[in-house]
């Protein structure tokens, strides 16, 4: 019993310390997820930029986006095929 009284104290100090860590992995969590909804968020926009963006230079020069298409897809042809 004589440990278990001496060992008390100690008890509560690491309980309390398990209660301070348990405390800064849950904010250091809540920072995280900020930062990677945050980085998301950025991503969804830029892309919604560069679909809008394409968007207008297609309807821009549609024959040069077809021209461009058709010549990617002939390249691609010539690259893939068996020989």
Known sequence: MANYST???DLRD???AAD???EKVAKAADAVR???REGA???QAEAAEAVDS???R???RPLT???IGVGIGLLAGLLLRKR
């Open 41 to 43: 968020d950025r991503v």
């Open 58 to 60: 297609v309807s821009e």
């Open 65 to 67: 986006a077809l021209a």
């Open 7 to 9: 060992s008390r104290p």
């Open 14 to 16: 690491n309980g309390a």
């Open 54 to 56: 394409f968007r207008n």
């Open 20 to 22: 301070l860590m348990k």
């Open 34 to 36: 900020e930062g990677v």
